[in-house]
């Protein structure tokens, strides 16, 4: 890299991390103001040109973070910031709430356990706890299975909006595997078996001679939180599983649903184990 490309790279990674800055500081400047506050008053505070300030205002405003009283021009905290806190709450409230079912998942099905969140209409794995077999099929936090091939990733995109949902799989869909589901119709079909049955589980979908079984974890029958899952050998997680695995996989969605106020499963008439439950606020 020449020598005045790399000044010139400096001084925009400088200026960014600057422009970052003060929007951090106005957005807390926001923050403690106890009524709304007006373009002086915040360059005055942050000893900022009001040029500069009313632009990053302006830019605040319109992706919703922050509004403008009509009658005064002043600025104040918009409503989204205000999801995007509750959001991360629920985020770090739900890896907590989650970690004693993924441990006894793991313990009771000898699979590694997962825990995901929808993001966007898809689902990003937050969690996991890993088996102590010598074969373990290991998932790390971070990783975003495909929407429309994966158990989360249908889960999530079950309960996306209408408009993420045809975003994600609109255009070609890409394949793991020869049995990844990328027919479209049979996709839709799925979504709605999963809204009704409140589970869902992709044999060699992602990866040949892998399942995972997952449920959902609800805030209200619509409102999707999180996605509970195992992940193992095919041989150890059969398609369409049944029985214990999925009483204790959906007993553990379930319970955690109900201690974010939502009863879908009991319902549905899915009932939450006694060694389950034993884990719930009070063990019952």
Known sequence: MRKGTAVTVEKENANSLDSV??????????????????????????????ARIHRNLVSLKH??????????????????LFQLGERAGVQSNIRAMAAPYLKL???????????????????????????????????KPGNRPLPHCSAQGRIAL????????????SGPLAAHTPHSLLDIQAIRLRLQRIRE??????????????????APILRSAKD???????VGS???????????????????????SKQFGCDAYAERGIAIPPEIRRLMPGGK
């Open 21 to 50: 800055a003060v929007i951090a500081q106005l957005l807390d400047e926001l923050a403690a103001a106890p009524a709304p506050v007006g373009v002086s008053e915040i360059a005055r505070a942050l000893n900022q040109s009001k």
């Open 105 to 139: 998942l793991c313990e009771t099905t000898g699979q590694s356990s997962l825990l995901s969140i929808p993001l966007n209409g898809e689902a990003l794995v937050i969690a996991a706890v890993d088996n102590d077999s010598n074969v373990s099929i290991t998932v």
């Open 234 to 256: 095919i041989q150890n997680i059969p398609p369409s599983p049944g029985g214990t695995m999925a009483d204790i996989v959906r007993g553990c969605a379930a319970a955690l």
């Open 197 to 214: 049955q409140l589970m869902e589980d992709a044999p060699n979908e992602a990866l040949t001679g892998i399942n995972v079984f997952a």
């Open 158 to 169: 079950a309960y996306a909006t209408d408009t993420q949902r045809e975003r994600l799989l």
């Open 224 to 230: 999707l939180i999180g996605i509970v899952a195992i």
């Open 63 to 80: 992706f919703g973070l922050i509004d403008q009283d009509e009658a005064t021009d002043k600025y104040r905290l918009g409503w989204k």
